[in-house]
């Protein structure tokens, strides 16, 4: 790093920004990044595992599901004109006790990602997803439980901010609006509310 200034570890890198630890000498902000390719096997690419919990907020229920979801998600850094932007697949479930019985979601979906800002360390990014959406509805009426489901394609927007706490884990929030792309979820519209953790591998 800058010359003689010190030695660090490079965990991540996103276009011209590096993500480092130290290792020894003296590294502060503004240093300029000087990899050397003999004795590392640092790439412009990486990898890790986000964790998500939170709400939904559903217009036609006055409870608020809780939500647990889950990404393993790629950076394309090391592609020229793809920089800064991330690759992800993951899963999304919550339920919900309604009139009459139970309904939930299952959620299996892909999304691009691309970081907007950095705020004082805080990344700022902006994506969007696409998957497919299962429901579930079991109905007990008179001691009889019916059981019915469904599927439908659906695309969800989403912001969110992201601060690394250390070389390895990062924490931040989200917020996701899906649009269902058929008329099975006409009757609600829902936004998910969540917190993250991410780990890099």
């Given at each position: 790093?800058?010359?003689?200034?010190?030695?660090?570890?490079?965990?991540?890198?996103?276009?011209?920004?590096?993500?480092?630890?130290?290792?020894?000498?003296?590294?502060?902000?503004?240093?300029?990044?000087?990899?050397?390719?003999s004795d590392s096997?640092?790439?412009?690419?990486?990898?890790?595992?986000?964790?998500?919990?939170?709400?939904?907020?559903?217009?036609?229920?006055?409870?608020?599901?809780?939500?647990?979801?889950?990404?393993?998600?790629?950076?394309?850094?090391?592609?020229?004109?793809?920089?800064?932007?991330?690759?992800?697949a993951g899963l999304?479930?919550?339920?919900?006790?309604?009139?009459?019985?139970?309904?939930?979601?299952?959620?299996?979906?892909?999304?691009?990602?691309?970081?907007?800002?950095?705020?004082?360390?805080?990344?700022?990014?902006?994506?969007?997803?696409?998957?497919?959406?299962?429901?579930?509805?079991?109905?007990?009426?008179?001691?009889?439980?019916?059981?019915?489901?469904?599927?439908?394609?659906?695309?969800?927007?989403?912001?969110?901010?992201?601060?690394?706490?250390?070389?390895?884990?990062?924490?931040?929030?989200?917020l996701r609006i899906?649009?269902?792309?058929?008329?099975?979820?006409?009757?609600?519209?829902?936004?998910?509310?969540?917190?993250?953790?991410?780990?890099?591998?």
């Amino acid at each position: 790093l800058g010359g003689n200034a010190g030695r660090a570890k490079v965990y991540k890198v996103r276009g011209t920004r590096a993500y480092i630890k130290k290792l020894e000498g003296t590294v502060r902000r503004g240093y300029t990044v000087r990899i050397n390719r003999s004795d590392s096997k640092v790439s412009a690419t990486g990898s890790s595992i986000q964790g998500f919990f939170g709400l939904a907020f559903i217009d036609q229920l006055d409870d608020k599901p809780f939500v647990f979801a889950g990404d393993y998600k790629f950076q394309l850094s090391n592609i020229s004109w793809l920089s800064g932007l991330d690759l992800k697949a993951g899963l999304l479930y919550w339920g919900q006790s309604v009139a009459f019985g139970d309904f939930s979601i299952l959620e299996l979906s892909g999304a691009v990602e691309k970081k907007l800002t950095t705020l004082s360390q805080i990344d700022i990014y902006a994506g969007g997803r696409f998957g497919y959406a299962r429901s579930e509805y079991t109905v007990s009426i008179l001691g009889t439980s019916v059981s019915d489901s469904g599927g439908d394609l659906f695309i969800a927007p989403y912001v969110g901010a992201s601060y690394p706490i250390n070389a390895q884990f990062s924490a931040g929030a989200e917020l996701r609006i899906p649009y269902y792309l058929d008329d099975n979820y006409d009757f609600f519209d829902v936004v998910y509310l969540l917190a993250m953790v991410e780990y890099r591998l």
